[in-house]
C-alpha cells in the first residue's frame, strides 16, 4: 500500500488511505478506488494509453513551494512541476492550455463543439467539469452518482446550458423514443404526461385507419359522414405531436437537469449514517429504470388489444 500513500483517484480526486479497496489499470498502472473504477467502466486515464504514457508512483512527501507545483487549468488542483498530465483529471498541463488558462473556470475552459471522439473530454467521467464544484447546491460528483450510465454526456450539457443560461440542447434519444425515454430515465410524472398527450393525438388517425381498413374489407359500406374532418384534425394532430417530439429534443436534457437537482436536494434532506449509505441512495433513486419500459408498454398492447372488440363491433 505504501506504492500509492499519496496517490489520488483520478475519478473522484481523493487521495487514498492505508486500508482502501483500489483496483489498478492492468495497461497504464493507474489506481482507482474500485467503486469508482465500476462506475465508469474503465481507466480514467484511458487516453494516455494511445499515447503510451504510464501512470507514475507519487513522489515522497516534502517541503512544497509554489515553484514545485503547477495548478491544472482546468480542474486547479495542484500538480507537480515535471508533470505531463494532471493527476486530478487527466488533462494535458503543458502547452497552450496550461499557459493561457490559469485563472479559467472549469466550465469556461474548454467548449467542444460535440461530444465525440473528437471532443478533449471524450474520455472524461466528468465531462469536463471539476467533480468538486455545485451546480444549484448540489456536487457535480452527486450529479455524477445519481446520473449514471452517460454521465458525461449529460455533465457536459449541465455545463454547457448552466454557462449560457439557455436551457436548449440536443438529446436525439428523446426525439425518437419519446415517453419511453423518460421513463428509462425515471421523470416518470413527465412520461406519463407525454404518453397520454401522443395517445390523444393519434386518436383522430387510428380512427381514420379503422375506417379504411373497414370500407376496404367490405365491413362497412361507406365512410361515415365525418371522416374528412377526422382526417383533418389528424393531419392537425401529426403536425403537433412532430413539434411536441422536436421540443422534447431540445428540453430534455434541461428538464433532466431540474428533475436530478430536485432528487438529490430531497435525498440530501434525509440523515444518513455513512457517505456509503448516501452513495447508496443516489444510485437507488436516480440511474436508469428498464423494467418500468418493458411493464408500461405491456399494459399498452393489452389495453390495445381489449380496445379492438370495441371497434370491430
Request: charged letters at 15%.
Amino acid at each position: 500500500m505504501n506504492k500509492y500513500a499519496n496517490a489520488i483517484c483520478p475519478v473522484c480526486g481523493k487521495a487514498f488511505s492505508e486500508k482502501e479497496d483500489i483496483v489498478v489499470c492492468p495497461d497504464c498502472g493507474a489506481p482507482h478506488h474500485r467503486e469508482c473504477y465500476r462506475q465508469i467502466g474503465h481507466c480514467a486515464l484511458i487516453k494516455n494509453h494511445k499515447l503510451g504514457i504510464n501512470w507514475e508512483p507519487p513522489a515522497s512527501p516534502g517541503p512544497k513551494t509554489e515553484n514545485q507545483l503547477v495548478k491544472c487549468p482546468r480542474c486547479g488542483a495542484d500538480n507537480p512541476a515535471d508533470g505531463i498530465f494532471c493527476c486530478h483529471c487527466g488533462v494535458r498541463l503543458v502547452g497552450q492550455e496550461q499557459a493561457g488558462m490559469k485563472n479559467v473556470p472549469p466550465y469556461a475552459q474548454q467548449k467542444p463543439p460535440f461530444y465525440g471522439s473528437g471532443s478533449p473530454f471524450y474520455n472524461d467521467p466528468y465531462g469536463g467539469a471539476n467533480p468538486d464544484d455545485e451546480m444549484d447546491g448540489v456536487q457535480v460528483r452527486d450529479l455524477f452518482q445519481f446520473i449514471g450510465g452517460n454521465a458525461a454526456y449529460f455533465l457536459m450539457n449541465f455545463s454547457r446550458m448552466k454557462q449560457s443560461g439557455r436551457p436548449i440542447s440536443f438529446n436525439f434519444s428523446a426525439l425518437f423514443f419519446g415517453w419511453k425515454y423518460l421513463l428509462y430515465r425515471k421523470m416518470y410524472g413527465l412520461s406519463i404526461l407525454v404518453f397520454l398527450v401522443n395517445t390523444l393525438l393519434s386518436l383522430p388517425a387510428a380512427i381514420c385507419l379503422y375506417e379504411d381498413l373497414s370500407v376496404a374489407s367490405g365491413l362497412m359500406t361507406g365512410y361515415s359522414a365525418g371522416f374528412e374532418s377526422l382526417l383533418f384534425a389528424a393531419q392537425i394532430c401529426s403536425i403537433v405531436s412532430t413539434m411536441l417530439s422536436m421540443a422534447l429534443c431540445l428540453f430534455c436534457n434541461w428538464l433532466y437537469y431540474r428533475h436530478c437537482i430536485r432528487k438529490i436536494q430531497k435525498i440530501q434532506k434525509n440523515t444518513y449514517v455513512s457517505v456509503q449509505e448516501y452513495s447508496t441512495a443516489l444510485v437507488k433513486k436516480g440511474r436508469t429504470n428498464l423494467f418500468a419500459i418493458g411493464f408500461l408498454m405491456m399494459i399498452y398492447v393489452i389495453f390495445c388489444m381489449m380496445l379492438v372488440p370495441y371497434l370491430m363491433v
